[in-house]
Structure formats: structure tokens, C-alpha cells
């Protein structure tokens, strides 16, 4: 079965600054998609960036951009130039060749003026 | 588009009570997915559908739980007895394509 782990509970960045989320996964798939998710304070869950695991190059979003390190099974977030309103909850998602989204504990990410 | 819409927002029930969450899925989108969220667990997935079909109910906590999609606009998560430890905030999602939606959730609060 698939396993998404995110080991960081709580990140701190200071506005403007960079700050980089951490997540690993364990899959025996060779074709999957992995998947960045923001929920707010409203609880919306919004997409943030993806990724397709038979892509080599990183996918990026304006502010946002991934680490994506196959063999290491291993799928960074970093927000650059953070700003107030990026403060939220973010979770790292594996989706299976079947469909199944599987979510990472989560990252609560504060950010300081 | 409406996007997925989840019904009610909130709901407060006494134990015991059956509660009836409810779902409307994007149109067109062909797989539909229930999740539940607690501090404690995360977001778990419960059960979801292809074609209206469950393929994965193993995330389903016991047989208190109970999820139908008899047609591709509609799906319902019932539960029946409620207890407290079934408070949470659910989730519906609906996909096509590699793409989700969320509903805005409902929150479950059994006193």
C-alpha cells in the first residue's frame, strides 16, 4: 500500500523569505502523480501544484515550485517570497494508477510579518 | 460550475442519531471520493467510486459507515448509530481526468 509521510508538523518563515515542505512517499508504481494541496482557515482544499512521476523536469507555479527526486522517492515544496496570505495548512498527496488519493499528515506553515 | 457540493455545512446530532451527509459531484466527473479529517488521523479516505461503482471501501471504519452513488450526480455517506468519536469534517471529491475537486466539507459535531 502507498504511504505519504510529511515529518514536519509546524514550519515557521519569515514574510518574503523562502521556505521549503518536505514529503516522502513509498510506492512500488512506477507511473504516478503527486500533488500539493493548501487548506486555509475555510477548510477549502485548494490545489497548489502537480506533478506527473514520468516527468523529469520540476513542475513550478508562479511562487511555487517542487523538488522532485524519484529514486529518493522524496517531494519538496518550496514558496518563495512567502506572504501573509500563504499561511495554511499544506498537504502532500500520492495518487495511484487507480485514482486513490492518499494524503500526507500534513504541514502547518505560519507566516510571520 | 458549481463545483462539488456538499450538504449540510454543519451538523450537530446527539448520539445515537442516524446522520445522512450528502454530495453532489461535479458533472462529468466519474470518480467521487469520501474522506473524513481529524487532528488526530489527517485526512483519511473512506470509500470511493468509479462509474458509480464503490472500488475501495477499506478505509471504511466499521459497519456503521455507509456510502451509496445510485446515479453520477448524487452519493451520500450515512452513518447510523452516530458517536462522538465520529466528529469530524468531511469531505467529498469528485476527478476526471487527474483532476479533483473538493467539496467545502461538512462538519460533523455528535454530542
Known amino acids: 500500500a502507498q504511504t505519504v509521510t510529511q515529518s514536519q508538523p509546524e514550519m515557521s518563515v519569515q514574510e518574503a523569505e523562502t521556505v521549503t515542505l518536505s514529503c516522502t512517499y513509498d510506492?512500488?508504481?512506477?507511473?504516478?502523480?503527486l500533488f500539493w494541496y493548501k487548506q486555509p482557515p475555510s477548510r477549502q482544499m485548494i490545489l497548489v501544484i502537480r506533478?506527473?512521476?514520468?516527468?523529469?523536469q520540476n513542475a513550478t507555479e508562479n511562487r511555487f515550485s517542487v523538488n522532485f527526486q524519484k529514486a529518493a522517492k522524496s517531494f519538496s515544496l518550496k514558496i518563495s517570497d512567502s506572504q501573509l496570505g500563504d499561511a495554511a495548512m499544506y498537504f502532500c498527496?500520492?495518487?495511484?494508477?487507480?485514482?486513490?488519493?492518499?494524503f500526507g499528515q500534513g504541514t502547518e506553515l505560519s507566516v510571520k510579518p | 460550475d458549481a463545483g462539488v457540493i456538499q450538504s449540510p455545512r454543519h451538523e450537530v446530532t446527539e448520539m445515537g442519531q442516524e446522520v445522512t451527509l450528502r454530495c453532489k459531484p461535479i458533472?462529468?466527473?466519474?470518480?467521487l471520493f469520501w474522506y473524513r479529517q481529524t487532528m488526530m488521523r489527517g485526512l483519511e479516505l473512506l470509500i470511493y467510486?468509479?462509474?458509480?461503482?464503490?472500488?475501495?471501501d477499506s478505509g471504511m471504519p466499521e459497519d456503521r459507515f455507509s456510502a451509496k452513488m445510485p446515479n453520477a450526480s448524487f452519493s451520500t455517506l450515512k452513518i447510523q448509530p452516530s458517536e462522538p468519536r465520529d466528529s469530524a469534517v468531511y469531505f467529498c471529491?469528485?476527478?476526471?481526468?487527474?483532476?479533483?475537486?473538493f467539496g467545502s466539507g461538512t462538519r460533523l459535531t455528535v454530542v
Open positions: 510506492t512500488s508504481e512506477s507511473d504516478y502523480y
Open positions: 498527496a500520492y495518487r495511484s494508477w487507480g485514482g486513490k488519493l492518499i
Open positions: 458533472s462529468g466527473h466519474n470518480s
Open positions: 467510486f468509479n462509474n458509480n461503482v464503490p472500488i475501495d
Open positions: 471529491a469528485s476527478m476526471r481526468k487527474g483532476g479533483y475537486t
Open positions: 506533478q506527473e512521476a514520468y516527468k523529469q
